[in-house]
């Protein structure tokens, strides 16, 4: 228990982010019918800085475009997909992909996160019939293992701690069972959302490896990073304060510290195609101006020049190994 009691506050930032995104929903930078759901008493909620909340947008929109783009990928090649999330908390996105035009793109997408958590998500999903409609008819839709997981045709939530060796919990929860719960001829996207810094670099390490020799030369595999880096910086600190609500970082774990190295998390493995990108860059040369523009309407944003150091301390990074041509790719994602 004394283990489980230092998981406290790692688990406790699922909490963090999820209030994070229902705060940006509510103040009308995102859309997302199903996050109230997942969050008591919603309506009470205290929403969140503007600065969080840009954060929040620019995060979640960057990820959804890059999932898109994974998405083009294998519809341009006639071929379903399966998403990985790991660490996926008390994330909408299955909910939001599952109920827009791609669904028919998704045959799986399985979630992992610890017992606690997935236990918790698992209850509000089994007992609201807007969550529940979309996974299927009620009989599809079974808790197993003791409450802690829950399995449906498409969508599976486990429980799992992803800092065990893969072949221990991976490898018999998605591709030891029979029919396994990952097929592995079929095109891979792994999600990492802020959770790969409560990870010894070696175990988080451990799962790219696992999944890379999995899939190598039978189905390509995609994948998304969002975390923090740079905190040895000077201005570490100023974001820490700003931050230390969405990402808490555990001293010594992370080795990608500087942006350079952030692409090494996959190019160290194999994959062809690796990139990082900060959430400052992103918001001021990828996202449309227009909605950037639009989203400095919704609040006043007192900390104008505290915007772009903070989101200059957050990366996403994405890696492909897709085995087309690379410049496919490329300009695709
Ligand atoms: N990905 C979600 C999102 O972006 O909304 C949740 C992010 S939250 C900051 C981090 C999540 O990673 C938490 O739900 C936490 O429980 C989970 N997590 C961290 N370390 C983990 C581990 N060793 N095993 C399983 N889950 C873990």
């Given amino acids: 228990t004394r283990l489980q009691d230092r998981d406290a506050p790692v688990r406790e930032t699922d909490n963090d982010a999820l209030l994070a995104r229902l705060s940006a929903v509510q103040k009308g930078y995102l859309k997302d019918p199903f996050v109230h759901f997942f969050v008591p008493r919603a309506h009470l909620q205290q929403p969140r800085p503007p600065l969080i909340n840009i954060g929040t947008w620019v995060r979640s929109e960057s990820i959804d475009r890059l999932v898109d783009a994974w998405l083009d990928l294998c519809e341009s090649e006639r071929k379903q997909c399966q998403i990985i999330s790991l660490g996926a908390g008390s994330d909408t996105r299955f909910w939001r992909l ?12 399985v979630e992992i996160d610890f017992a ?15 969550l ?21 045709p498409t969508y599976n939530l ?64 995609g994948a ?12 570490g600190r100023v974001m820490k304060n ?24 996959f190019t160290a493995h194999g994959f062809k195609l690796a990139k990082a990108l900060t959430l400052k860059e992103i ?36 890696g492909a190994n897709w085995p087309d041509s690379e410049d496919n790719v490329t300009s695709k994602w």
């Fill in 98 to 109: 599952a109920t827009s035009d791609r669904s028919k793109s998704i045959a799986k997408y």
């Fill in 116 to 130: 606690e958590i997935t236990t918790k998500k698992a209850m509000p999903i089994k007992k609201n019939k807007d």
């Fill in 132 to 152: 529940l409609a979309v996974l299927g008819e009620p009989n599809d839709v079974a808790l197993t293992n003791g409450g802690t997981s829950l399995r449906s």
């Fill in 158 to 221: 486990l429980a799992a701690d992803l800092r065990k060796p893969p072949v221990v919990f991976l490898e018999p929860a998605l591709v030891g069972g029979t029919p396994p719960l990952v097929d592995l001829n079929m095109p891979a996207l792994l999600l990492f959302e802020c959770v790969l810094a409560y990870m010894q670099p070696n175990e988080s390490s451990a799962i790219v490896s696992w999944f890379m020799d999995c899939f190598r030369g039978s189905a390509p595999i």
């Fill in 224 to 235: 998304i990073v969002y975390e923090m880096f740079g905190l040895n910086d000077p201005f």
């Fill in 242 to 265: 700003n931050l230390k609500v969405e990402c808490i970082q555990l001293p010594g774990a992370e080795p990608y510290t500087s942006y350079d190295s952030l692409p090494r998390r």
């Fill in 283 to 318: 918001r001021n040369s990828r996202l449309p101006a227009e909605d950037v523009e639009r989203n400095l309407r919704l609040e006043t944003l007192d900390e104008v020049e505290e915007l772009d150091l903070v989101l200059d301390h957050y990366a996403i990074t994405w």
